[in-house]
Nanobody, 116 residues
Framework: QVQLVESGGGLVQAGGSLRLSCAAS????????MAWYRQAPGKQRELVAI???????NYADSVKGRFTISRDNAKNTVYLQMNSLKPEDTAVYYC??????????WGQGTQVTVSS
């Protein structure tokens, strides 16, 4: 089992920045991909950014150039630096990891609210 603890969400004005963190514990020594998803009210959950063990990140078109995903393998932690935030970025953000034995785990979610 892998436990994920997210932090860093909150309320920010448009144009501001937030940094999300997701720390993995438990059987987390073999993490393959680490990703951030988000779900806005009334919408489906969508992939925001993903980074694999090869450290090649991929981003949703809507956040390219504004968000940066990174990982600290020594701490089993993934980060999402969010700059130039827009009201449409408002959502619950979820961390998801996939282990090398192909099991997936989700965090509890952290609310990000961007006011206009």
């Amino acid at each position: 089992q892998v436990q994920l603890v997210e932090s860093g969400g909150g309320l920010v004005q448009a144009g501001g920045s937030l940094r999300l963190s997701c720390a993995a514990s438990g059987s987390s020594s073999r993490l393959n991909s680490m990703a951030w998803y988000r779900q806005a009210p009334g919408k489906q959950r969508e992939l925001v950014a993903i980074i694999t063990t090869g450290d090649n990140p991929n981003y949703a078109d809507s956040v390219k150039g504004r968000f940066t995903i990174s990982r600290d393998n020594a701490k089993n932690t993934v980060y999402l630096q969010m700059n130039s935030l827009k009201p449409e970025d408002t959502a619950v953000y979820y961390c998801r990891v996939v282990t090398t034995w192909s099991s997936a785990f989700w965090g509890q979610g952290t609310q990000v609210t961007v006011s206009s």
